[in-house]
């Protein structure tokens, strides 16, 4: 069966300003976040943005973000213990949801290969219509592989040092970052990025 996620392209869509989680969390202006919002369970694989995170520690300008609850949390709380690159956020009011995603320039997608066609992440439509870049760790045949194509960048699942790389650069790229940032919000809006989560 099929049964599509939505977004309220109102309450989420491109800031026009600096999030404010910025000045909160103490981020300059020029520096590039790669955010990770959503549940921290075990089907994420998140263990490949701890890995990612300490590969790209020499990169001073660029902050990873870590945000929500969940039965994985406290494993790449320790798997990131003594980078200055992460910082860690529990969930947050769902009133500041759009300033949320709107921090991030590059918005992380982690998933398990059994996974990846199993259970499209109902947070995909949110980094979409946020106009944000994603990395997404997917094979290119798989329903989540097609999506985030055009929208971001795609690695296979497992893979950390080409996680890191697609990280890399894209927070070298700004130009492209805003090019891959600015389809999420068309195909949410046009519906052709809809009707995706199989169960």
């Not at 001073?60 to 980078?83: D, M, P, S």
């Amino acid at each position: 069966m099929h049964f599509p996620n939505w977004i309220d392209l109102d309450a989420v869509r491109p800031l026009t300003a600096p999030s404010s989680y910025r000045a909160e969390l103490g981020i300059p202006a020029e520096a590039v976040v790669a955010l990770y919002s959503g549940n921290m369970g075990g089907k994420q694989g998140l263990e490949i943005m701890a890995e990612a995170a300490r590969l790209l520690s020499d990169e001073v300008g660029l902050h990873f973000i870590f945000c929500g609850n969940g039965a994985g949390k406290a494993e790449l709380v320790r798997l990131t213990q003594g980078l200055q690159n992460v910082r860690f956020l529990d969930l947050q009011p769902m009133n500041r949801l759009n300033d949320l995603l709107g921090l991030a320039d590059i918005h992380l997608l982690p998933q398990r290969a059994d996974a990846a066609d199993l259970v499209m992440p109902s947070k995909l439509t949110g980094m979409l219509a946020s106009g944000r870049a994603v990395v997404a760790t997917a094979h290119a045949d798989t329903e989540l592989g097609r999506v985030v194509q055009g929208c971001g960048i795609l690695v296979a699942p497992g893979d950390a040092g080409a996680f890191a790389a697609a990280i890399r650069e894209l927070a070298g790229d700004p130009v492209r970052r805003q090019e891959l940032g600015g389809a999420g919000p068309c195909g949410v809006a046009s519906g052709d990025r809809q009707d995706f989560v199989a169960v």
